[in-house]
T-cell receptor, first 115, second 113 residues
């Protein structure tokens, strides 16, 4: 079975632009989470979605938004890009949400560079 | 609040054991995870431990948990060059109908011949 897939793999944008990142979860998984990993740091939680509903939001500005589709795939949108948004954006999928031990499996990430 | 800390760097010789340490602060965490990240790649799940356990062994990996001190360690036996990577510990928080992982800063493991 395919793991978590993300597209694109790399992206270069300029300040002020908008970006959309995409994620497809493991087949059968209903929850998708997004994390931002700045170089040299651990991943930081951005959002979790389950059955198209937001189940959690990290400490990120409103420029960050996401949604989940009926097929459980997800998009992360970032508006008005800043240089500090340059990072590896990781998507993770899990079977469900809100239960303990919901193991999250990560995709390869999208590397975003903002110039 | 949650805070997870790790030492930044560890260097070992091939064939030796590696021990990567982690401390966390959220006493309500139920599961703790170890992930591995190779250069330019995503996170690979290695193992996890439930907070009411004190040890879990999985082939070359041994996880030790001291819940009183909120200290977690990952021991890799017979370390190989392919184990060179960044290792992250993460605690799981369950709130508001969702789950989130809080990660440490990562420990870079370098295996030398």
């Amino acid at each position: 079975d395919a793991g978590v897939t993300q597209s694109p793999t790399h992206l270069i944008k300029t300040r002020g632009q908008h970006v959309t990142l995409r994620c497809s979860p493991i087949s059968g998984h209903k929850s998708v989470s997004w994390y931002q990993q700045v170089l040299g740091q651990g991943p930081q939680f951005i959002f979790q979605y389950y059955e198209k509903e937001e189940r959690g939001r990290g400490n990120f500005p409103d420029r960050f938004s996401a949604r989940q589709f009926p097929n459980y795939s997800s998009e992360l949108n970032v508006n008005a890009l800043l240089l500090g948004d340059s990072a590896l954006y990781l998507c993770a999928s899990s079977l469900d949400a809100g239960m303990i031990q919901e193991t999250q499996y990560f995709g390869p990430g999208t590397r975003l560079l903002v110039l | 609040g949650e805070d997870v800390e790790q030492s930044l760097f560890l260097s070992v010789r091939e064939g030796d054991s590696s021990v990567i340490n982690c401390t966390y602060t959220d006493s309500s965490s139920t599961y703790l995870y170890w992930y591995k990240q190779e250069p330019g790649a995503g996170l690979q799940l290695l193992t996890y431990i439930f907070s009411n356990m004190d040890m879990k062994q999985d082939q070359r990996l041994t996880v030790l948990l001291n819940k009183k001190d909120k200290h977690l360690s990952l021991r890799i036996a017979d370390t190989q060059t392919g184990d060179s990577a960044i290792y992250f510990c993460a605690e799981e928080g369950v709130t508001g109908g969702g789950n989130k992982l809080t990660f440490g800063t990562g420990t870079q493991l370098k295996v030398e011949l």
